[in-house]
């Protein structure tokens, strides 16, 4: 419990870990994220951020549909990797989250945020949400995915995960490698620091509260379909001091919707 007390998420993530049970799972998890990602850009002049990227083994897929795109990780480790992995791709930067801080305004046209509210303390959520919202074109658009809802048990994903297996052929594997997690560091850091789980109408108000209109979208990004993804534009001062979202953008998010 000592090592947990001490280590972060943050920490847990620019280590060695077992989150993926082998190279299959990570190939097809990359492969499925990037897919999802691409239904989002609606233009190959779009710049786009991955923020919290992890891996991102199929970066490669949402370059190709893009003018450029940005992997942001805190991990330095995974930002190495990512930098051998994508060396020489024009269309590919790798940044730590202080360079993206200092991109120009208005610059991005579609940033994605998948997998990482759940390790995210809401004080942190609410400066990234600020940082984004201003590197945001007016007509750009945030997609949060993978958001834990609160009466989502451990058990749930660890279903859809043998599911997920099931049908791609690691099933065996996901088994070894629920029960190697079960006795790793990852558990402690459950136990001491938690995740942090989201309703439909709090992570909606989350994000009006930082300036955005949203609306959740279906399906999940990814293959877990127990979880949620948002899609959120900024809102102009003029809206967000009004009732209801922008009407533009509202007839937009209604594409997004099931």
Same mark, same amino acid.
């Given at each position: ?102 991109? +120009? $305004? *208005? ?8 997998? !990482? #509210? @759940?390790?995210?303390? %809401? ?25 834990? +809802? $609160? *009466? ?8 859809? !995960? #043998? @599911?997920?297996?099931? %049908? ?38 989350? #994000? ?51």
């Amino acid at each position: 419990m000592r090592l947990a007390e001490t280590m972060s998420w943050g920490d847990f993530w620019n280590s060695a870990n077992y989150i993926y049970v082998n190279a299959r799972h990570r190939n097809l998890h990359d492969r499925l994220v990037a897919r999802d990602m691409v239904g989002f850009i609606s233009s190959r002049d779009a710049a786009v951020l991955d923020y919290g990227c992890g891996e991102a083994t199929a970066a490669d897929v949402v370059a190709g549909c893009s003018q450029s795109l940005i992997l942001c990780d805190a991990a330095a480790n995974i930002r190495g990797r990512l930098t051998a992995r994508f060396i020489g791709h024009p269309q590919i930067t790798v940044l730590s989250p202080e360079e993206v801080q200092a991109l +120009p $305004r *208005d610059s991005l046209s579609v940033i994605v945020v998948n997998g !990482l #509210l @759940g390790y995210l303390p %809401k004080t942190e959520l609410k400066e990234l949400l600020a940082i984004l919202r201003r590197l945001l074109k007016d007509d750009g658009i945030i997609v949060i995915g993978d958001v834990i +809802p $609160r *009466d989502r048990s451990i058990f749930a994903d660890a279903a859809a !995960l #043998l @599911g997920f297996g099931f %049908k791609n052929g690691f099933f065996i594997a996901a088994l070894h490698g629920l029960v190697r997690t079960f006795f790793s560091k990852y558990l402690w850091l459950l136990l001491v620091h938690g995740l942090r789980r989201y309703d439909e109408a709090e992570i909606l108000t989350v #994000l009006r509260t930082a300036g955005f209109s949203a609306k959740r979208r279906y399906p999940n990004i990814g293959h877990n379909q127990g979880r949620m993804t948002f899609v959120a534009f900024r809102l102009c001062e003029s809206s967000r001091a009004a009732e209801g979202p922008d009407p533009i953008h509202h007839k937009i998010l209604g594409q997004h919707d099931r």
